[in-house]
């Protein structure tokens, strides 16, 4: 089917308390792999796609292998822009055929994230398509940002419930909660009391960044506070790798590369199945899309 603005499917996943995967992809083969993966448990998908990502194939190429995948596939896909501080990428992206984009002003005071994320909010809201937007600052390593820990910090309950205000329609809205991106040292320590005052007062979905490594306990909890979008990022990188790495550890010496790609596949796909499993969106597909 074509592809789909992620906004209602993510209403619906937070009204029916699961999450909804939102993968990020690295080129076609991993598009492959977390499109299948939710052909596979007809669960309904998110492909995002990172600014370096996009930067490195075209916003067209990366727009045009999602949308071929997604049209073959009878699950609802949605296309999103991750992390992104330039409105000038965002446009590019619009016009290139994304049916959401995340705009990340984490990194700006208060007024002026506010103030910007309004004008993209205005941009998606012509163009039809969802937007998400980030308040407090998510620690850990996404793209070339870093945020260390003692950089990093919570959203702040009173600037959450001001910055959504006036975006009624946001697809989804992410305030920092104690997630990080990347590998976690220990265990991720998540703020489920500001998580549950937040989602108590905003109906809006929430997205959980820093989705790998989280407990099973955890994506429970945060999905059951309200919690509709999970991103998953660096596991989906590291077996994009290992999926390779492990084959030709096996097969020193083997020249064809189609089995590498296969591999590879499986190994993304495997965990992309995983994930939908835990997230409960197994069998949402139908549900979701009627939403
Ligand atoms: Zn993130």
């Given at each position: 089917?074509?592809?789909?603005?992620?906004?209602p499917?993510?209403?619906?996943?937070?009204?029916?308390?699961?999450?909804?995967a939102?993968?990020?992809?690295i080129?076609f083969?991993?598009?492959r792999?977390?499109?299948d993966?939710?052909?596979?448990?007809d669960?309904?998908?998110i492909?995002?796609?990172?600014?370096?990502?996009v930067?490195?194939w075209g916003?067209?190429?990366?727009?045009?292998w999602?949308?071929?995948?997604?049209n073959?596939?009878?699950?609802p896909?949605?296309?999103?822009?991750?992390?992104?501080?330039?409105v000038d990428?965002i446009?590019?992206?619009?016009?290139?055929?994304?049916?959401s984009v995340?705009?990340?002003?984490s990194?700006?005071?208060?007024?002026e994230?506010l103030a910007?994320s309004?004008q993209?909010?205005a941009?998606?809201?012509?163009?039809?398509?969802?937007l998400?937007?980030?308040?407090?600052?998510?620690g850990?390593?996404?793209?070339?940002?870093?945020?260390?820990?003692d950089?990093?910090r919570?959203?702040?309950?009173?600037e959450?419930?001001?910055?959504v205000?006036?975006?009624?329609n946001?697809?989804?809205?992410?305030?920092?909660i104690g997630?990080?991106?990347?590998?976690?040292?220990?265990e991720?320590?998540?703020?489920?009391?500001?998580?549950?005052?937040?989602?108590?007062?905003?109906?809006?979905p929430?997205?959980?960044?820093g989705?790998?490594?989280?407990?099973?306990?955890?994506?429970?909890?945060?999905i059951?506070?309200?919690?509709?979008?999970v991103?998953?990022?660096?596991?989906?990188?590291s077996?994009?790798?290992?999926?390779?790495?492990n084959?030709r550890?096996?097969?020193?010496?083997?020249a064809?590369?189609?089995?590498?790609i296969?591999?590879q596949?499986?190994a993304?796909?495997a965990?992309v199945?995983?994930?939908?499993?835990?997230f409960?969106?197994?069998?949402?597909?139908?549900?979701a899309?009627?939403?």
């Amino acid at each position: 089917m074509p592809l789909l603005p992620m906004g209602p499917m993510l209403r619906h996943a937070r009204a029916n308390r699961y999450g909804i995967a939102a993968y990020n992809m690295i080129d076609f083969n991993s598009a492959r792999a977390i499109i299948d993966g939710a052909t596979a448990l007809d669960a309904p998908m998110i492909v995002q796609v990172s600014v370096k990502t996009v930067k490195h194939w075209g916003a067209k190429h990366v727009a045009t292998w999602v949308r071929m995948l997604a049209n073959d596939a009878p699950v609802p896909v949605a296309l999103h822009l991750d992390h992104c501080t330039d409105v000038d990428v965002i446009r590019r992206c619009i016009d290139a055929g994304w049916t959401s984009v995340m705009f990340d002003g984490s990194a700006l005071p208060f007024a002026e994230n506010l103030a910007t994320s309004q004008q993209v909010y205005a941009l998606t809201e012509a163009a039809g398509i969802g937007l998400e937007a980030e308040i407090g600052a998510i620690g850990g390593v996404e793209d070339d940002k870093v945020v260390n820990d003692d950089q990093s910090r919570l959203a702040n309950f009173d600037e959450c419930v001001a910055f959504v205000r006036d975006m009624p329609n946001l697809a989804v809205f992410a305030p920092a909660i104690g997630t990080a991106h990347g590998f976690y040292k220990g265990e991720a320590k998540i703020a489920y009391d500001l998580l549950d005052r937040i989602t108590q007062t905003i109906s809006i979905p929430i997205a959980l960044h820093g989705g790998t490594g989280l407990t099973e306990e955890q994506f429970h909890r945060c999905i059951a506070l309200g919690c509709g979008k999970v991103n998953i990022s660096t596991m989906h990188k590291s077996l994009f790798i290992d999926g390779f790495i492990n084959l030709r550890a096996e097969k020193p010496k083997m020249a064809e590369p189609l089995p590498f790609i296969d591999a590879q596949h499986a190994a993304m796909k495997a965990d992309v199945m995983q994930c939908i499993r835990i997230f409960g969106s197994d069998g949402r597909a139908q549900a979701a899309l009627a939403a």
